[in-house]
């Protein structure tokens, strides 16, 4: 079965501190037996999924070749967690996992049943750690078959039918990406169709400024107040094209797509490298995994609809809390913003997924405001620049560059994904998991988690999960940057509660 450029990429993109593997975790009040997990797995992942029983081949050109010796025993394993075996436990245990490669003469996916673990004091229960390599699937494909494996009331899920149909947790992608964003040169022309002579304007009004800042002082009307207030941006710009992204960002708005694919193209090829902070420098290999205590979903509509801003907002404005609360402790509060990679799905959410996964995702960046400590502002700020990127085609443009990067020499891949990754700090994920109780080989599922992974010198990945009418937020962290994201995990929670009082 030949493998698709862009899954073969993820392949090529593997090293050892920072690995291209997902890691899913479930967890349960109820302990599960192997036989039952190793039954479930077998009927619902094996016989329905060539790719887990088949090995990556490179034979001029990457292929998934069936697996002669598969066992699934070998695949399914469980562990005993030491006592009290409580969720610090646990976390330790994940974040050991998280550094650990697949083995590439096997098919490149393991699940653990982790026994002897205690959610609460007094109760016995047990843990699901399931990794996959990104080459498998994407991680909203990912999370579908995940959910393949439960069941509701005793009835199997299907693929994926509990997750929301739309077709990503933003909900800014276009359905008909995959089909018409054939190459780089596709992309362009789309957009120029869809953004027509508009776009030309701002980028014109731009470069001028960038060599002429004085030209912006001849513009009448009441567009000169405006428009005078980007001429020392524009200058900075001349003597520092990173600078042009904040002269588009200034421009952008919420209802004007052609110059917010004008500020997203210039934040994709011009934005500075995210090396900043106590975040910057070469990962290590040891990796650090924690997670907050679980929140009320009611709660956070409720500070949602008090401010005007949907759940992504209120949650994304907590961890922009979170982290400067962090550098402030740690002695670097004065970063303004950082950068993060969204995946964001570029086909239609489709709840009977073929037999064949793959990647189908694209990549937008989101600038998160950081040193706002005003609630309500920060929120504001956060839906600000949310609505930017959803009212831009920034998927469809970044889709094709991974289209081209795919497609090029593997040195040449791995370049040009390197100068694109190092510009965040990290991944950002938001997943909608099923909006009831699910149960997993008889047990009913407690919590979820998931963590992306992290590519170039990228050294942390945040993912928000909700699950059951719950919010979970897990963080992974490189262990020379941040030695334990469970700190981070903490400072959520702290966040969050000030956010609660503050907002009635």
Not at 248 to 265: E, F, H, K, M
Not at 313 to 333: F, K
């Amino acid at each position: 079965m030949n493998m698709s450029s862009q899954d073969a990429l993820w392949l090529t993109m593997d090293r050892p501190n920072n690995l291209m593997v997902i890691d899913s975790l479930m967890w349960f009040e109820s302990p599960l037996a192997l036989s039952d997990v190793r039954s479930v797995v077998q009927e619902r992942l094996i016989d329905r999924f060539a790719v887990y029983s088949s090995r990556a081949v490179d034979d001029s050109g990457w292929r998934w070749v069936p697996h002669d010796d598969f066992d699934l025993d070998q695949h399914v394993t469980d562990v005993q967690l030491p006592a009290p075996g409580d969720m610090t436990m646990l976390q330790d245990f994940v974040s050991s996992q998280r550094s650990l490669p697949l083995d590439r003469d096997r098919p490149l996916w393991t699940l653990t049943l982790i026994q002897g673990f205690a959610p609460a004091p007094g109760v016995l229960g047990s843990a699901v750690l399931i990794r996959s390599h990104h080459s498998i699937a994407d991680g909203i494909r990912l999370t579908q078959v995940m959910f393949s494996l439960c069941d509701v009331d005793g009835h199997p899920t299907g693929v994926g039918t509990s997750l929301p149909a739309k077709p990503s947790p933003l909900g800014i992608a276009a359905s008909t990406a995959s089909e018409f964003a054939s190459s780089a040169a596709d992309i362009v022309t789309a957009t120029a169709r869809t953004t027509g002579r508009a776009a030309a304007a701002p980028v014109r009004g731009v470069a001028a400024a960038a060599t002429d800042p004085s030209t912006l002082l001849a513009v009448p009307g009441s567009v000169a107040g405006g428009l005078r207030d980007l001429a020392g941006r524009a200058a900075a710009a001349a003597r520092n094209p990173a600078r042009l992204t904040d002269v588009a960002s200034l421009i952008s708005t919420r209802g004007n797509r052609p110059v917010n694919d004008v500020s997203s193209a210039a934040k994709l090829l011009l934005a500075a490298p995210s090396g900043q902070a106590v975040w910057g420098g070469q990962p290590g290999v040891p990796k650090s995994v924690g997670w907050a205590p679980e929140l009320d979903l009611d709660e956070v509509k409720r500070i949602g609809r008090a401010t005007g801003t949907t759940v992504n907002d209120v949650l994304l404005g907590a961890i922009s809390g979170t982290l400067t609360r962090y550098l402030r402790e740690h002695g670097d509060g004065d970063l303004d913003e950082v950068v993060w990679m969204v995946p964001v799905s570029v086909r239609p959410f489709d709840p009977d997924l073929g037999d064949e996964l793959g990647n189908h995702f694209s990549l937008v960046a989101f600038r998160m405001p950081l040193g706002i400590d005003d609630v309500g502002e920060r929120l504001a700020e956060v839906r600000r620049r949310m609505d930017r990127i959803k009212a831009s085609d920034e998927p469809l443009l970044t889709y094709g560059v991974q289209r081209v990067i795919s497609q090029a020499p593997t040195p040449v891949a791995t370049g040009l994904t390197n100068f694109f990754a190092n510009k965040a700090v990290g991944v950002l994920t938001n997943v909608p998991g099923p909006r009831g109780p699910i149960s997993f080989a008889g047990q009913r599922v407690a919590g979820v988690l998931g963590w992306a992974p992290c590519s170039g010198d990228q050294v942390m990945t945040i993912c928000i999960f909700s699950y059951n009418n719950r919010v979970s937020i897990g963080f992974a962290a490189d262990t020379a940057h941040i030695p334990a994201a469970g700190e981070l995990g903490a400072l959520f929670a702290t966040e969050f509660d000030h956010m609660s009082q503050a907002v009635t």
